[in-house]
């Protein structure tokens, strides 16, 4: 697979995936950074398709463009209008130096570790993959859905008004 073509592909993918994921960054509607939140992710998944990682991209797709951005996408549009822009913050200053310090410390990572490529074949193919997790790993999978659906209920309660749960409280 070293192709002109999934080379291309590589690049493409890699600048569709860093062009939305800044695109996140510096919209102002947030409804605006969640479509671009949506393209890096699929971007993300198109490389994992790259990497020969097809059962990562499909749950990539799957889990965070069909799941998790949707239900931000549907959180966005159910919250009032006023709470939409991305203001000024007074976090702009250091969240830049903690980028500048992440950047330095990946680009000196990338620069001081003796990468190495491995020629053979996976030994997990995706059938047993899944067979995996639904037997070896279904405790933990079942523990992570009843925390996760622990949190998206206590994040209904706690945005809900006072108006709501006397509405709740008369029915």
């Not at 291309?8 to 510096?26: E, K, N, P």
């Not at 998944?45 to 996408?73: E, H, K, N, R």
């Not at 000024?88 to 990338?110: S, Y």
Request: proline share 3%; with cysteine.
């Amino acid at each position: 697979m070293d192709g002109g073509g999934i080379v291309f592909a590589f690049y493409v993918l890699a600048a569709v995936t860093l062009i939305s994921a800044a695109g996140v960054l510096v919209s102002r509607d947030l409804l605006h950074a969640v479509l671009f939140l949506i393209l890096t992710f699929v971007g993300v998944a198109g490389l994992f398709v790259l990497l020969s990682a097809d059962f990562i991209a499909m749950a990539q797709v799957i889990i965070y463009v069909g799941a998790i951005a949707v239900l931000i996408l549907f959180a966005v549009l159910l919250t009032p209008r006023a709470g939409r822009n991305n203001g000024e913050t007074k976090f702009a200053l250091p969240g830049i130096l903690l980028a500048v310090c992440l950047a330095a410390v990946f680009l000196f990572v990338i620069h001081d570790v003796a990468w190495t490529t491995n020629d053979e074949a996976p030994v997990l193919g995706a059938d047993q993959l899944g067979e995996a997790l639904l037997t070896t790993w279904v405790l933990p999978f079942e523990i992570a859905s009843v925390l996760l659906t622990a949190a998206l209920v206590g994040a209904i309660m706690l945005a809900r008004t006072p108006q709501e749960e006397a509405e709740d409280a008369l029915a």
